[in-house]
């Protein structure tokens, strides 16, 4: 088993991937583009606190409303485009998706469908999991090789800065036919539209 989110968007890796284990079993953790970009911008951003603003960077022109798609951050969550070069490759069969949203607020079924998925014994359940408030993420109750509890670091689940609300709508604008498209690609709705409206 190995994991790099960088893989998903890496345009010789489905081939690769594919010469070295063609039964490879690929499982990808997909959460709302918009929140990605965030996410991806606030790693960035605790490296280097000197880049530009989120909003900035987001755009081409922003009077005209231009989003730079060739913006790493934003580029990365046009999945119905990465996902097409992985279909060249591979059957949809051997591809599972993990919605991030529910991997949240509920780990132990997201990762019963991960389990049946490998064809697991569902080992990893319910009582795995508690949810830890200070973290405000769920956490291990007990790890094979500790007796404490853990959870993820200090780098996962950090705070995103404000963006821009009407800089949001627009992301959400631009992505909304590519989620379209990666729902049908993958027969699974992952409701993202649905973050709009909040
Ligand atoms: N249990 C738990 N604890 C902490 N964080 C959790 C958890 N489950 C999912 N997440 C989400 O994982 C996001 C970070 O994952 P990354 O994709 O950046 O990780 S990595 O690229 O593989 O390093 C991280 O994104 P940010 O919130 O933007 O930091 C989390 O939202």
Known sequence: MEKTPSYFVTNDAPKRIHS?????????????????????YTQTLSKRPE???????????????LI???????????????????????PLSQIHFVSGERLIVDPAGEMAKVQDF????????????????TKGFPCLKKPEDSSAPRCLGKSKGRTHPKIDPDVIRRLHKFYKPFNMMFYQMTGQNFQWELDEKQ
């Open 51 to 65: 880049i530009p603003t989120f909003e900035v960077l987001a755009f081409k022109n922003r009077t005209l409303g």
């Open 118 to 133: 490998l064809g697991l014994k569902r080992i990893v359940t319910d009582k795995h999991f508690y949810f830890n408030k």
């Open 20 to 40: 070295m284990a063609r039964d490879t079993k690929l499982i990808i953790v997909v959460r709302n583009p918009v929140t990605r970009a965030i996410s991806d």
């Open 68 to 90: 730079d798609a060739s913006w790493s951050a934003l580029r990365i969550g046009i999945y119905a485009l990465h996902l097409e070069s992985w279909m060249q490759y591979f």
